[in-house]
């Protein structure tokens, strides 16, 4: 009867938990929220006479705290040896699905760009309700039949919104694009000090990729204030914001991410075994990279056009 409650196995049976339920509580309070706090711009009415932002950031606050509690579970066990090297590998299987997520997620809004770069004088549908088509307009008629468009006039135009001219690739995009591939070596670079159980090199390595991403989104909201042209009312700034924003977004994820890791790494957790949080990390930023490569060349460079704008 000794060894009832041994060990039999490679696997870890997780305890009961609450953190799964709460989180997704809260992201449905933070969507609510968000639809709320739309629609309170759009009409200047909060749904059933609510503002949404107040709902929005209470949601948003337990994402973080309830995601706080069950990453800290994670972590618990991880340094109560839980994590045998088979758990390891569901852990690095179960990243690797959720990036192939991600890679899709952008694939749309590529998909989105070129459909309306390589078919500009394809058809538009307009739509009053959805399902009830109520005209068809040219696309030559809203883009000038050529990609990038032709530039609109804010004054003449019928919906709100501008364009006048691209960004020239090699100005800050350029900048951009190096410094996100220095941080793609200074992360490699804490990821093999660690291997070689050198804390100092995986500390500096860390704490350079931290500050280049912080970098790196600091110089695109230098590079949106100097856009030539709207998110509303034009396909180019719509798609361009979308896939460029997005990837912001995800940037500003991922140095929240190796920010966590470098403070674990300063208080001495990780392992030349065991690390597997900084390597999702690490993955995630590689991934981070490579998708900005493809925005660069694709949006900024094929994109660009005759009309790049000067030196932003």
């Known amino acids: 009867m000794a060894d009832t409650h041994a060990k039999h196995h490679d696997y870890h049976l997780v305890n009961p938990s609450p953190w799964p339920i709460a989180s997704s509580l809260s992201a449905l309070v933070m969507a609510i929220g968000a639809i709320a706090w739309m629609r309170t711009h759009a009409d200047g009415e909060g749904v059933l006479g609510v503002h949404g932002s107040w709902l929005f950031w209470v949601g948003a606050a337990a994402v973080v705290a309830s995601a706080w509690a069950w990453w800290l579970d994670v972590i618990r066990e991880a340094n109560q040896g839980y994590q045998t090297p088979v758990v390891q590998l569901h852990l690095r299987y179960g990243m690797i699905l ?50 990038p468009p032709a530039a609109v006039d804010p004054t003449a135009a019928t919906v709100p919104g501008y364009f006048q001219h691209t960004f020239n690739p090699w100005g800050l995009p ?22 070689k159980n ?42 361009f914001f979308m896939a460029t924003g997005f990837h912001g977004w995800h940037v500003i994820i991922g140095t929240i991410f190796l920010l966590v890791c470098l403070i674990r790494a300063i208080r001495g957790a990780f392992t030349p075994q065991q690390h597997f949080g900084f390597e999702a990390a690490a993955w995630y930023w590689h991934f981070v990279d490579v998708v900005w490569l493809f925005l660069f060349a694709c949006i900024y460079v094929w994109g660009a056009g005759p009309a790049a704008g000067g030196a932003h």
């Not at 989105?112 to 959805?130: I, Q, S, T």
């Not at 996100?180 to 670079?189: H, R």
């Not at 090199?201 to 931290?210: E, K, P, R």
Request: aromatic share 14%.
């Open 98 to 147: 959720f990036i192939a997520s991600e890679v899709m997620f952008f694939v749309a809004w590529f998909w989105a760009y070129f459909d309306v770069a390589l078919f500009p004088a394809g058809v538009h549908e307009l739509l009053n309700n959805p399902g009830q088509t109520v005209g068809l307009v040219a696309r030559d008629q809203l883009f000038g039949g050529h990609w």
């Open 174 to 195: 350029l900048v951009n694009t190096l410094i996100l591939l220095l941080s793609g070596c200074t992360v490699t670079w804490a990821h093999h000090a660690l291997l």
């Open 198 to 239: 050198d804390r100092r090199g995986l500390i500096i390595g860390l704490a350079l990729t931290v500050v280049l991403g912080m970098t790196f989104t600091a110089l695109q909201a230098v590079e949106y204030s100097h856009a030539a042209f709207s998110f509303a009312g034009h396909s180019y700034g719509a798609t």
